[in-house]
Structures are given as C-alpha cells and as structure tokens.
C-alpha cells in the first residue's frame, strides 16, 4: 500500500465548556475527526430529523422517550421556518415565525412547544444540532431592517412579493441563496440567529447558546452560491441587477472582462467566478459566525452541506467545525461494485468530525418502490461503513414530518411495514433494526480503517458546468470505499498517489474491509459484518454459510431478501454474553414478508450447562408483543435455536426468569 502523508495537525474546538448544565447532557469538545466527552471518550451520533415538529407536552415526552429507548442520541430539528401549515394544520404558520407582517416575530406557541420538546429530549441524554434557515421565507415587510432609498425600497419589496409568488421548486434555492448577496436578508438572518440562541428557554433555564446541547450549528441547508449559479438560479430583477453588477465590478477590479456570470467563456472568468461565488459564500459564513459568538455559542459551526465542488470543498477545509453531508442512495448495497457510500462519503474532510445530516433510500416514487424491499440493508450498512469510516453521525431523515397520525403514545397509530421515507415512526420494518444498528454505531463495535487514504487535490478549481462542479478534481475508483477509509484534502499532491490501486482500476468481489470485518459481495448479494459483539447479515441467503460470521446462521428459502442483526448488550463478546439483542426481518420475492420462515441460531455461544442456567427469549418488537416470551431450543454444543413465529426484535438472555 502507498504510503501517503499524514493526516493534517489535529484541530481542536471546545465548546460551553464553562456551563454547569444539569440532566444527562455533558459538555463535549472536538478533538481532530471526532467529538469527545471531558473524560475522554468518543461521541458517536445516532440521529433522527425531526420536521416542523411542535408537539403538545405529553407528545413531546412520549417522542422523546421513544428515541431514547431506540438508541438515538441527536435529533436535527429541520424546516422550522417553512410558512406553510400542510404539516402543522392547527397552527398559525407551521412555523417558529408568524409571517404576518414580515419574518421576524416569533410564534409564541410554536416557540414554546419547540422549547419544551428540546428540554424533553434534553431529559433523556438526546443532543441538537442546529439547522438555522430552516427553509426561511422573506417578506416585504422585512424591508426597514435597512434603511435606504425610497427606490431601493420599493425594488426589494417587489422583489420579495415576485419570490413569494413563484412556485416553491422555484424560489428553494434563490430564497437560500438571499442572505449571501442581499445585504437585508443578511441582516434578517443575523438577527434570527442572535435570537434564537440568546432565547433562553424556560424549561432547561439555559440560553441555547450557553446549552451543550446544541453540538452544532449549521447556517443553510444544502447551499453552494457556485452550484445556485451554474444550475441558472436567478433572482427578480432588482436583486439580479445589484448581484451581476457585484460581480462586473469584482471582475473588472481583477483586470478581467467579467463577460456573463452565468456562462464564462474562458477560463480566466470561470476561475474568477468560482473565487467570487465562493468568496461571497465564505464572507457570508464568517459574518453568522461572529453574530453566532457574539450571542455566547462556541457550538461548532459549518455554512452548508453537500459536495458541491472542490471550491467549496476547500473553503471548508479551512472554515468549518464539522462537516455535513447528505445521502438518498440505493440500500441493496451488493447490487454492484460501486454504491452510495462513494458518493454518501465524498464531503469526508481529514480532520474534521463528519456526518450524514441526512440518510436514507433514495428518493422519488419509483426508487421507493423499486428500494422498499431491501431498505433494511441500509442501517447495516451505514453503521458497519459509517464506524469503517470514521463518521461522527448518521441521521436518518425523517423521523416524523408535522405533528402527523401519532398518539398520545408518541408511536405511530397506523405502523406499518411499508416504506416511508421520511416518516420512518410509521415503518414497521427499518424500526426492528434502528435500535440495534445504533447499538453498534454508538458503541463503535466495527473497527475504523486501519489503513486510511487522504486524496490530495490542489487549485485553483472554477467549474465551467454542473458535470464539471460535481466530478471533483480527484476521486478514488469503485468499490475501494468498502476497502479503506478515504478523507479529502487541499494542498501539493504527492507524486505517487496516481499509482495507487484505488486510483487506477476498480476493486473486485467480495469486497473485504482493511479490517477484515465486512464482506460485501456482490456475486452472493450479500453484505456480511462480524466483530466481536455483534454479527449481522442483509441480503439473499444460499447454500454457503455467510462470510466471516462465527455466530450467526440463517437458513431461508431461494430468493429470500433477510437482514439480521446480532449485538451483545452486556458488552461482551458474543461468545461470552448473557445477554443479546437480536432484530430480524425477510422479504420474499413477490414483495411479502416472511420473516416468520426465517430460521436462525446462534451458535458458539455460552453454555447454558453451566448451573443450570438456560436461555430465555423475550420479544420487544412488535411493540404489541412486548414482553412475551417465547420458547428456544439450545443443542449441546450450545447453539441456540431462535423462536420462528411472533417477533421482529427480541433480547436473549442467559439465566432469565
């Protein structure tokens, strides 16, 4: 293996380290990749988005129990400034802002349920991370908050009323892009920003910038002026004229004929307009950030998310406390050698804590359909991969969107199992698997890379089109992503690193982890994860026992899609464990589940000879089977035979009453 050059000096961000907050929520700090509490040990995230989510008290306290008993530890709460009441049909706007005016004036009672609903996960040891244009609107009364010309004015307030009318595909990334070139939505966002985290909320007590429960703050979601640009984003005349007018000046200033800004001809321009695009992107994030440690947060903060180039990529490298990317991809991970991890870890930075702000199947009728009966490989594979990776969170979007068909219960009051991407409370089926799955992330059972890659890239980067912006300088070949752990930097590139073998052909099945812990095979159609705590399988069983697993046996019929999940609870290895979560689910090829023929063991495991004490099978999924104990057989070798019929997740355990 080539050696390449070491990750980059660590970086080190602390934050609200001085506040002596109470509950379960502990001040954290990064320390290079990875955020770490005052004693010491590593954080990972297991989240869930929370869309436009204001609950009545006794809801918000189920939820957060809920998620706390799934193993989730971070909640992204998402869309709270999106004025429309489709998800929230009983309040004013739907949203933390009234809108009747202009977007400046709380809702009081959006803003104290969102309060009590933060304090409620707060309770259970359940962490934020902030997304603060949640999908902000602007209104024409919001045009005094900088005072000008009566033209002036008049131009900005007709141009917010333009936006307002458009079609809402239409103005989502003009009204992201707004506050990086207008100098009122600027402001408007500044002051949203100082209030929202100098609001001290009544139920914690605490400012939520002086709370450790906000571990990050994120300023727009998925925005990249550049990318807004080249994908031919305009905004109303008024605001165009000023913005095209920036940029001739800009240009000119540089000694360069500023020509289009939208389609430059040469590559002075094009490298001139990447630097002005993203340079007006870095102003905008230096300017939150100085507002945001004005009110009092040292939360970790980053500007946007998503690969947006290697441009913005740099920036990031050089600003930002964390790094977030998204990811909808296609769960049958073993369908080829490539598959959504390549791209799910393309924003990966050395040296900075990075998440999956969003995941899940991918999107679009026909990806939900086609993906719905192996969407369970997902959460196996994003944990396995994920902790091979080095990733500090993943966060499933979504958990909920509104206030939606949830009882009093919090839960659902029609689960399913169907898919529903982006109300995961009501699928029956990735549920089984969320809270084992997250055992294994949280804990770190699978091994990080234990031969790293950093992929050098040096500029100057400007891209002339959106296939050109979304290449990337430098990218690694297929498949490699399930080998070795690969982070991005910006700086000389080593003369070697076109000879790599990542660099030059494909990787073949079985694709092994530098780890040896995970097997994707894509001849088999399986994916295969063993350590020492936990074993899991997702995919099509055959004839051959799975790859690497030492415990865990599954027999099912020809073209059975199975995901079974294994993990210790005690903290010991499987071989030695009193006590293991185990979630399971199968689909067959027409589409119906049949877990219930599903046949599994688990052998190598403790004797039960040893004082009598025998394994006792209790289920905890389906939830209206909870507590129920079931029958299990244990031969004399001590391989325990599962119960077939009448559960989805169960604990086994060793000496149970």
């Not at 307009?273 to 950030?289: A, P, Q, V, W, Y």
Request: aromatic share 10%; proline share 5%.
């Amino acid at each position: 293996m080539i050696c390449l050059r070491p990750f980059l000096a660590t970086l080190c961000v602390a934050f609200s380290s001085l506040v002596a907050a109470p509950g379960p929520i502990e001040p954290l700090a990064i320390r290079g990749a990875d955020y770490f509490t005052q004693a010491g040990e590593p954080v990972r995230f297991w989240g869930v988005n929370i869309v436009a989510g204001y609950y009545d008290k006794a809801k918000a306290d189920a939820i957060a129990a809920n998620l706390a008993a799934l193993g989730v530890n971070l909640v992204r709460p998402h869309h709270n400034l999106r004025p429309s009441r489709d998800w929230n049909p009983g309040m004013v706007s739907g949203s933390l802002l009234t809108y009747e005016n202009d977007s400046r004036e709380w809702d009081p009672e959006a803003l104290d349920r969102f309060d009590y609903l933060n304090a409620a996960l707060r309770r259970r040891g359940i962490y934020l991370a902030f997304s603060l244009h949640g999908t902000r609107a602007y209104r024409a009364g919001d045009v005094d908050i900088l005072k000008t010309d009566d033209a002036d004015r008049r131009g900005w307030m007709e141009a917010i009323k333009e936006i307002h009318g458009w079609d809402w595909r239409r103005g989502f990334d003009v009204r992201k892009l707004l506050p990086v070139v207008d100098e009122r939505a600027a402001l408007l966002n500044v002051e949203f920003t100082r209030k929202l985290l100098e609001h001290r909320n009544p139920y914690t007590g605490l400012t939520y910038a002086e709370d450790p429960q906000v571990i990050s703050i994120e300023l727009v979601n998925e925005h990249s002026l550049e990318y807004a640009v080249i994908c031919n984003n305009r905004m109303p005349a008024h605001l165009q004229k000023a913005f095209e007018a920036r940029w001739a000046h800009y240009a000119r200033a540089a000694g360069i004929e500023p020509g289009d800004l939208y389609a430059p001809t040469n590559d002075e321009q094009r490298m001139l307009r990447s630097r002005f695009l993203n340079g007006l992107d870095e102003t905008f994030f230096e300017r939150m950030k100085a507002a945001a440690r004005a009110a009092g947060s040292r939360a970790p903060m980053t500007l946007s998310n998503l690969w947006r180039g290697d441009a913005f990529a740099e920036m990031n490298q050089r600003t930002a406390d964390f790094i977030e990317n998204h990811a909808y991809i296609d769960p049958l991970v073993v369908r080829g050698i490539d598959d959504g991890f390549r791209s799910a870890n393309r924003m990966a930075l050395v040296d900075k804590p990075y998440f999956l702000g969003e995941f899940n199947q991918a999107e679009g009728a026909a990806n939900i359909a086609r993906h719905a009966p192996h969407r369970t490989m997902l959460p196996v594979a994003g944990a396995a991969y994920g902790l091979h990776a080095g990733w500090s969170g993943i966060v499933w979007f979504a958990w909920i969107h509104g206030d939606g068909a949830i009882g009093d219960d919090g839960w659902a009051l029609d689960e399913g199992r169907k898919a529903r991407l982006g109300d995961m409370v009501f699928d029956g089926m990735m549920l089984d698997h969320i809270r084992t799955t997250g055992m294994i992330f949280r804990r770190g059972l699978v091994a990080p890379s234990s031969k790293p890659v950093v992929l050098w890239a040096e500029g100057p980067f400007g891209a002339a089109n959106y296939q050109d912006l979304m290449r990337g300088a430098v990218d690694h070949r297929a498949g490699w992503q399930s080998v070795h752990a690969f982070r991005r930097a910006y700086g000389p590139v080593p003369e070697d690193q076109g000879y790599a073998p990542w660099m030059r052909e494909p990787a073949k099945s079985p694709l092994v982890s530098d780890t040896g812990e995970i097997v994707r095979d894509v001849e088999r159609r399986q994916l295969t994860v063993a350590t020492g705590q936990a074993e899991a399988f997702s995919g099509f069983p055959d004839a051959d026992a799975p790859a690497k697993l030492r415990h865990l046996e599954l027999r099912a019929k020809p073209g059975v899609f199975a995901t079974v999940v294994a993990v210790s609870e005690d903290g010991q290895a499987l071989s030695q464990t009193r006590r293991v979560v185990i979630s399971r689910s199968a689909v067959a090829e027409d589409g119906g589940e049949v877990a219930d023929e599903l046949a599994l063991r688990l052998a190598g495991m403790r004797s039960s000879a040893d004082g009598g004490e025998g394994w006792s099978f209790v289920v905890t999924r389906p939830r209206a089977a909870a507590g129920k104990r079931l029958p299990v057989q244990v031969d004399a070798h001590g391989a325990v035979r599962l119960p077939l019929a009448g559960w989805h997740e169960g604990e086994l355990v060793l000496g149970g009453k």
